[in-house]
């Protein structure tokens, strides 16, 4: 059963800009991931944070956690055409591997 | 880096044949792979954990008849389309689980594309 929920599906910036994916999710988690999947392709993990840890960061990524009210959201600054891609969270509720993918969000970064 | 082969990328089949894809972990044994299924413009759905030397642990929904999946060994997974249909047509992908000494990390295939004609 999917786990989170994210937020915006769809979202369409300039390159330059910054782009913000927020994810939720709906039950205790031992960390939150976020991958990449350009179209029709495997995945990439771009970061990785933990239930005790409330932000990190990943050169020009920046992921925050607030597990309060089970949200995560992803920063990408200085957006670039490359990264035009489909951006998902993913949840491990336990150490073990499996993971909760969320929705996603479509990200494309006009140059 | 630890890599995980997934094979074939792409494959066409007929309606009502199966399909045998591979999961392998390539410099590292791998007791816990798992298998998602992807629609086109939507999320990854978990369908099962494959657990090596014993049986997978199917998610809620998922026809375990349909989707066989053999982990004969510590580096191999795989899953089986049995007698596939239009609506089985997918990108599937698998997972595998490295577990270190001190850590565990988890690294994807990198798909498999199914067309079931």
């Known amino acids: 059963s999917q786990q989170g929920e994210e937020d915006p599906q769809a979202l369409s910036i300039q390159e330059g800009e910054n782009a913000t994916m927020n994810c939720s999710y709906k039950t205790s988690i031992n960390n939150l991931q976020w991958y990449r999947q350009n179209s029709g392709r495997g995945l990439v993990h771009l970061i990785l944070?933990?239930?005790?840890?409330r932000e990190k960061h990943s050169g020009r990524l920046r992921v925050t956690l607030d597990t309060s009210k089970k949200s995560s959201s992803l920063l990408i600054t200085a957006s670039r055409a490359a990264d035009t891609a489909s951006y998902f969270c993913?949840?491990?509720?336990?150490?073990?591997?499996?993971?909760?993918f969320g929705q996603g969000t479509e990200l494309s970064v006009k140059p | 880096g630890a890599v995980v082969s997934q094979h074939p990328s792409w494959v066409i089949c007929k309606s009502g044949t199966s399909v045998k894809i591979e999961c392998r972990s390539l410099d590292f044994q791998a007791t816990t792979m798992f298998w998602y299924r992807q629609f086109p413009k939507q999320s990854l759905m978990l369908m099962a954990t494959?657990?090596?030397?014993?049986?997978?642990?199917?998610e809620q929904g998922v026809e375990k008849d349909k989707f066989l999946i053999n982990h004969a060994s510590l580096t191999l997974s795989t899953l089986t389309v049995t007698s596939a249909h239009p609506e089985d047509s997918s990108f599937y992908i698998c997972?595998?689980?490295?577990?270190?000494?001190?850590?565990?990390?988890?690294?994807f295939g990198s798909g498999t594309q199914l067309s079931v004609l």
């Open positions: 944070i933990r239930s005790n840890e």
């Open positions: 997972s595998a689980l490295h577990q270190g000494s001190y850590n565990e990390k988890l690294f």
């Open positions: 494959s657990n090596e030397g014993s049986k997978a642990t199917y």
């Open positions: 993913a949840t491990e509720r336990v150490r073990g591997g499996k993971l909760i």
